[in-house]
């Protein structure tokens, strides 16, 4: 039973002997990557660099550049670009269940991607700007 569940698996058309399986595959260490960087302090973490990994596209990088121009275009630049990660993320889950054959495995990595990403550049922004309010308070 398990050997006919297994030679299924390897011979699927997004099996093991396919690039639609290791590409998502390989994606997945940039996600656990991420997920071990939870544990550091939210000023260690770059608006660059989670830009990147959650989006992989276009508007991330034009982003990144703005950000590296212009850094006070920091909260324009945050305005635009999470739902655009979201977005992203539901569009190639989306993709993931409609290409043939599906592949589940690209579906749950972009999920995953988005939300990892999303989650770091949340707690960069609030460390970020709390940190700014809670100064200001102080010195009041």
């Not at 390897?10 to 595959?25: M, V």
Request: charged content about 10%; proline content about 7%; aromatic content about 12%.
């Amino acid at each position: 039973m398990a050997t006919t569940k297994l030679q299924a698996l390897w011979n699927h058309p997004a099996g093991p002997k396919t690039i639609h399986f290791w590409a998502p595959t390989f994606k997945w260490g940039i996600s656990i990557a991420n997920i071990a960087d939870f544990q550091k302090p939210p000023e260690t973490l770059s608006y660059p660099q989670q830009m990147g990994i959650t989006l992989f596209s276009y508007p991330s990088c034009s982003c990144v550049r703005l950000y590296i121009v212009f850094p006070h275009l920091l909260t324009v630049c945050l305005l635009y670009i999470i739902p655009v990660i979201t977005g992203t993320g539901l569009i190639w889950s989306r993709y993931s269940t409609v290409i043939t054959p599906k592949n589940w495995n690209l579906f749950s990595v972009s999920l995953g991607m988005a939300a990892t990403g999303i989650y770091q550049i949340t707690r960069k922004v609030k460390h970020d700007y709390a940190s700014e309010t809670d100064h200001v308070v102080a010195r009041e």
